[in-house]
């Protein structure tokens, strides 16, 4: 049974940082990439980093890129998203992913196919 559970969600004022976490259990052994994801309300799912363990790359959407880092530590199946430099447009609900590529075209993170549950992040002052 796939699970992706996140954790480490919240609010914070702008300017400030928090690190997302994902356990990963039970993916197919050819599942070599994971992803986040959020949503915005009222907005679509967009892609923002994705990682495929069998080269290590990683790709960021235009608007996180230098400001989010995606890191996974596979001895804990865990991925980690971190953010700084958080502004109050990043507030979404935040989805951890995994599936067999990563999948980008023109710019875009193309969905993936296991999802975790999401974790609420609120950028506010």
């Known amino acids: 049974q796939v699970q992706l559970v996140e954790s480490g969600g919240g609010s914070v004022q702008p300017g400030g940082s928090l690190r997302l976490s994902c356990t990963v259990s039970?993916?197919?052994?050819?599942?070599?990439?994971r992803g986040w994801f959020r949503q915005a309300p009222g907005k679509e799912r967009e892609g923002i980093s994705c990682i495929t363990s069998r080269d290590g790359s990683i790709h960021y959407a235009d608007a996180v890129t230098g400001r989010f880092s995606m890191s996974t530590d596979d001895a804990k199946n865990t991925v980690y998203l971190q953010m700084d430099s958080l502004k109050p447009e990043d507030t979404a609900v935040y989805y951890c992913?995994?599936?067999?590529?990563?999948?980008?075209?023109?710019?875009?993170?193309?969905?993936?196919?296991?999802w975790g549950q999401g974790t609420q992040v609120t950028v506010s002052s």
């Open positions: 992913a995994a599936d067999i590529a990563c999948t980008v075209v023109n710019g875009a993170i193309w969905a993936f196919s296991s």
């Open positions: 039970g993916v197919p052994s050819n599942y070599y990439a």
